[in-house]
């Protein structure tokens, strides 16, 4: 740091302030006519300095954010493709286009403040606003922490658009045992059965062939998919962890029918025609399923739903859920474990009877043996 005592082109007396950031850059000089204006800069810069407020160069000073998107989106994201195609358009219709031409380091929380409130005026959905949300503070986030061109994020957590969690729908297993018999004899019967019983993914039911089907051992080995967005074939699930689900006896006895004379290499769940089966087809065809099983119409991902309600009646746990539907995170669970009225009517009858001990019952199946 340093205070220059300069002579300028008309002999007069000038200041100038030169310091230092923590990284070795320096701050933009400024000059003064008096020595007392100069040693407060410099003070100024000092604490700047001790606070871990960065120089930035020209270079910095004038990007925009286009260009700090473009730098990014080649050099800082670490995400799957699908994702990839997602952020580019977030940041197409709701970020570019209002901010992409400010420079990156004027951008203030209420600018920020100011994209979401458009995207929520715009009728957007809650879900919406916090993918932007969150796409937003990961992009200023990298600019802080990753490529240090911001001092700090003005993407504030109190900005964060609160989501309602609501419960989606989901068919009982009275309903999901409608909608099998329905479906048996149909071409979508493997994937509804596939879904509705071992929680399989649409992207793995279309990637499943008979080569992943453990008849032996009653298993199905999940280790691929297709991904949609990309129109891909991805030799992972996703969260790209393989995983064995255990399959019921009702599903071991159906695939059996289904696999006989088919080669390891054909779909489980194929189309019409043989080949995959596309997603649009179930979708519709599942819906159509549905009214004709008189059930309520739900979505291939619902059917993941319901295969929750039909283990955690069985008497699997939370933790047995998670596995069978290869969560990573417990809180994702807790959105699979429904609360419905039959199953509390059942627990109700158990409420307030005598308590046999273990020990007791053992004592009467001997005595009765």
């Not at 070795?24 to 871990?52: N, S, V």
């Not at 503070?137 to 003005?154: C, I, Q, S, T, W």
């Not at 989606?168 to 149909?186: C, I, N, Y």
């Not at 059965?193 to 008849?215: H, I, N, Y």
Request: charged fraction near 30%; hydrophobic fraction near 35%.
């Amino acid at each position: 740091m340093a205070i220059i005592k300069r002579k300028s082109t008309d002999s007069k007396i000038r200041y100038q302030v030169r310091v230092k950031d923590s990284y070795g850059q320096w701050y933009p000089a400024q000059t003064f006519e008096r020595h007392i204006d100069a040693e407060r800069c410099e003070r100024d810069l000092m604490t700047h300095k001790d606070q871990g407020h960065r120089a930035l160069t020209p270079e910095k000073k004038d990007l925009t954010l286009n260009q700090y998107w473009e730098f990014w989106a080649k050099n800082g994201r670490q995400v799957h493709d699908g994702w990839k195609l997602g952020q580019d358009q977030i940041y197409r219709d709701y970020i570019g286009p209002f901010l992409g031409e400010q420079k990156l380091a004027e951008l203030r929380p209420h600018k920020i403040g100011s994209i979401l409130a458009r995207a929520r005026d715009q009728g957007r959905a809650p879900q919406t606003v916090r993918h932007i949300y969150n796409l937003l503070h990961k992009l200023m986030g990298d600019a802080v922490d990753y490529f240090e061109l911001l001092d700090r994020n003005p993407v504030l957590k109190r900005d964060r658009p609160e989501v309602i969690e609501t419960e989606r729908d989901f068919l009982t297993p009275a309903e999901s045992l409608r909608l099998r018999e329905k479906s048996r004899s149909h071409f979508l019967g493997p994937a509804i059965w596939l879904a509705g019983l071992c929680g399989l993914r649409p992207s793995e039911v279309q990637a499943l062939t008979w080569s992943s089907v453990d008849f032996a051992n009653h298993k199905i080995i999940i280790k691929a998919a297709y991904k949609r967005k990309v129109r891909r074939m991805e030799a992972f699930p996703k969260g790209k962890r393989r995983t064995r689900v255990p399959v019921p006896p009702v599903l071991l006895e159906y695939l059996t029918e289904k696999h006989a004379g088919q080669p390891d290499s054909a779909y489980v769940a194929p189309g019409l025609y043989g080949g995959m089966l596309q997603y649009e087809i179930l979708l519709k065809g599942l819906k159509r399923l549905c009214r004709q099983a008189e059930v309520k119409e739900v979505s291939p991902h619902k059917l993941r739903h319901s295969c929750s309600e039909e283990w955690v009646q069985a008497g699997a746990s939370k933790e047995d859920v998670a596995r069978v539907l290869n969560h990573s995170s417990s809180r994702v669970t807790e959105r699979y474990m429904h609360r419905t009225d039959e199953r509390l009517t059942a627990l109700s009858q158990k409420v307030g009877l005598p308590f046999q001990p273990v020990t007791h019952l053992l004592h009467m199946k001997q005595k009765t043996g």
